[in-house]
């Protein structure tokens, strides 16, 4: 066994790293999938808790992915870990994302310039007003770059990362309000990578595929979700190689 992060939560395999800019996916079964199809070489780093990391190269240079599993408390462990203990200076995280604007459609991608949140995590930086989750400009330049390359027209813009997946009737009307307040999609995660990177003085970036709607309800299926979510790949892809070259 290699190296091992102080929670335990990441053990490096006998002869495996981890390469600079990592993409996260919620899910480890898609990381694997992803690191399967899109990278070279790919190699198993982590399989502790079946938190799935690979590291292989794109286009020569080299990138991992990693699972990051759901919430914010999630991705707060395994981002900070990435990055204070496996030196690791950007996370780029691809995932799914419901949407709250009539303009923002299924298999569109957004891109979270900001991210607001009912998380009270942003707490532990210890601030009296409000610590504003942000992406980094260099990423969301890299991406904007990379989407015009690709010809991808990205919603880029506020979204919000929610503890909550089911709004109980005491808060059924939170969706409405946010949509009232222009945000563009919610999730789950993105507020909790953006603290955490500013606070490790790191990069993140949150990108999102719409894999259902909060206004209509209507949902994508297995099969559309899969294949539009390769646009989205794509994008992270080419953002991470940018930085990657740096
Ligand atoms: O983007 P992925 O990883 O699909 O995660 C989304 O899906 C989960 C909810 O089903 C939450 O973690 C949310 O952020
Ligand atoms: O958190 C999430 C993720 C995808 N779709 C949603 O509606 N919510």
Redesign the pocket.
Known sequence: MGKESISASIALNEGTSIAKVVLMPGDPLRAKRIAEKYLENPVCFNNVRNMLGYTGTYNGREVSVMGHGMGIPSIGIYSTELYEQFDVDAIIRI?????LQPNVKLGDVVVAMGSSSNSSYGDIYGLPGTFAPVASYELLKACMDAAEKLDVHPHVGQVYS?DQ?YYPKANADLPQRLTDLGML????ESAGLYWTAQGCHKKALAM?T?????LTHE?MTAEERQNSFDTMMRLGLETAWTVAGE
Request: aromatic share 12%.
């Open positions: 995932g799914s994302t419901g949407s929610s997946f999609a919610v999730e789950m999102f719409v894999s259902d709607s909060l949902a």
